[in-house]
């Protein structure tokens, strides 16, 4: 039973167009979301990152919105840009403290055309 | 500053065998937990370690079995491996009891592969 879900494999936008990536999620007692980017051969780095009592964050071209009701998130990235290439795994925990375990969805692959 | 480093990065191992792979956490870090991602799926959370006791476990079988040393390292042992369990393997560091907004640091993995 996939708790986080990502509905999208793969996704394909031209440089300088919006991507929008979504997550949803199953388990109502998730609190805490973040969006993880994973290039080949490297560990998943921290992007960004929301808590349930928020519906949006914003950190640079990247904004996460969360529509709690619908269970529902979503990761923009404007403007795209080559170098955007990568998996971005949605994940969610009970608690947004390090010490909780993170879940993960299977990730979407997101390629930025020049 | 050194981040999370694991070893080795990449590993072959017949099946029956057991595989030890190693972490160092993130200098500052004092939790270190461990993923198993399979090929096409997302990390899977199999265990977390902190002040050398095991404190959440993921549905992962006894065969999965770990240890955290007083220099906060871990290492996770894997028994009588099945081909199901290659995979890229996960390690990822943090403090404990930081508030909210606080990211778990990951390494690059290790990349079992189960003959």
């Known amino acids: 039973d996939q708790q986080v879900k990502q509905n999208s494999p793969s996704l394909s936008v031209q440089e300088g167009r919006i991507s929008i990536l979504n997550c949803d999620y199953t388990?109502?007692?998730?609190?805490?979301f973040l969006w993880y980017k994973k290039y080949p051969a490297e560990g998943p780095t921290f992007l960004i990152s929301?808590?349930?009592?928020?519906d949006k964050n914003e950190d640079g071209r990247f904004t996460v919105f969360l529509n709690k009701s619908a269970k529902h998130l979503s990761l923009h990235i404007v403007p795209s840009q080559p170098g955007d290439s990568a998996v971005y795994f949605c994940?969610?925990?009970?608690?947004?403290?390090?010490?909780?375990?993170?879940?993960f969805g299977k990730g979407t692959l997101l390629t930025v055309n020049p | 500053d050194a981040g999370v480093t694991q070893s080795p990065t990449h590993l072959i191992k017949t099946r029956g065998q057991q595989v030890t792979l190693r972490c160092s956490p993130k200098s500052g870090h004092d939790t270190v937990s461990w993923y198993q991602q399979a090929l096409g799926q997302g990390p899977q959370f199999i265990f977390q370690y902190y002040e050398e006791e095991e404190r959440q476990r993921g549905n992962f079988p006894d065969r999965f079995s770990g240890h955290q040393f007083p220099n906060y390292s871990s290492e996770l042992n894997v028994n009588a491996l099945l081909l199901g369990d290659s995979a890229l393997y996960l390690c990822?560091?943090?403090?404990?009891?930081?508030?909210?907004?606080?990211?778990?640091?990951f390494g690059q993995g290790t990349r079992l592969t189960v003959v």
């Open positions: 929301i808590s349930s009592i928020k």
């Open positions: 388990n109502s007692m998730f609190d805490y």
């Open positions: 990822a560091s943090s403090l404990w009891g930081t508030p909210l907004n606080t990211e778990a640091f």
């Open positions: 994940a969610a925990s009970r608690g947004g403290g390090s010490n909780y375990k993170l879940t």
